[in-house]
């Protein structure tokens, strides 16, 4: 299983980016795809999740009505839409995958991407 993050870079707050997480050797509609973010000094904390049996999607509250996860079967890919940043959000983003019962508990996940840096600067 391999997953890969990218879509990261530098942006203005009030800006967007879009992440992707191209995933091989694992077929989303079985398990759950989700998207943690590690900030400097601080501890890496779940950001969003969806499941890929019914599409059922998770936000922590930070994220609310700014960020939105989507998923592509056909190319077996998680997108994550990211709207109106704020300095806050900068961190390193990864992707997971597994069968999680609680969306952002990171041991509940097998398997990971490397990270891709969001920085949101003026």
């Known amino acids: 299983v391999q997953l890969q993050a990218s879509g990261g870079g530098l942006v203005q707050p009030g800006g967007s980016l879009r992440l992707s997480c191209a995933v091989s050797?694992?077929?989303?509609?079985?398990?759950?795809i989700g998207w943690f973010r590690q900030a400097e000094g601080k501890k890496r904390e779940g950001v969003s999740n969806?499941?890929?049996?019914?599409?059922?999607?998770f936000y922590v509250n930070a994220v609310k009505g700014r960020f939105t996860i989507s998923r592509d079967s056909a190319d077996n890919t998680v997108y994550l839409q990211m709207n109106s940043l704020e300095p806050e959000d900068t961190a390193v983003y990864y992707c997971?995958?597994?069968?999680?019962?609680?969306?952002?508990?990171?041991?509940?996940?097998?398997?990971w991407g490397q990270g891709t840096q969001v920085t949101v600067s003026s």
């Open positions: 997971a995958a597994g069968w999680p019962t609680i969306p952002t508990i990171e041991s509940e996940y097998d398997y």
């Open positions: 050797g694992f077929a989303l509609e079985n398990g759950a």
């Open positions: 969806i499941k890929g049996s019914d599409g059922t999607t």
